[in-house]
């Protein structure tokens, strides 16, 4: 009677090991799946992955700033439109939209900060004085 249980017991525990490796092996799946679509902006939703995109810039960023523009003069826009409480998305080092990319997150809290959307040097320091 006592081999019954062990078998019984060792039986519990062959599904328990199994059970465990699966549930490990399908949380590593996740997270390496969920990884790479985070490296990989082309994968994003559409309204920002238009912005991300390895083609996007068109333009230096030469006054004025507009859609397809890159470089450290729209990281300073997007900066003080972040401040300013603009959403700008989860593009950005620090997922918050600040990617030196002016796409069509930027250029909608600029039209709706400016009423336009191209930049100046002119516009970034009255958005600074905000």
């Known amino acids: 009677m006592a081999t019954d249980t062990f078998k019984i017991d060792n039986q519990l525990l062959w599904i328990a090991g199994g059970i465990l490796l699966l549930a490990g092996l399908g949380t590593g799946a996740y997270f390496y799946f969920n990884k790479k679509k985070e490296n990989n ?26 859609h397809g ?22 593009t950005g080092s620090n997922k918050d939209g600040v990617d030196g990319k002016y796409g069509d997150m930027t250029q909608a809290a600029v039209k709706k900060l400016l009423g336009k959307t191209t930049v100046s040097q002119t ?8």
């Open 41 to 66: 902006p082309g994968e994003q939703s559409s309204s920002s992955a238009s912005s991300s995109s390895s083609g996007f810039c068109k333009y230096d960023d030469s006054f004025p700033l507009k």
């Open 69 to 90: 523009s890159c470089g450290n003069k729209v990281t300073v826009l997007q900066k003080i439109l972040h401040v300013l409480g603009a959403d700008l998305g989860k």
């Open 123 to 130: 516009d970034i320091e009255q958005l600074k004085k905000k």
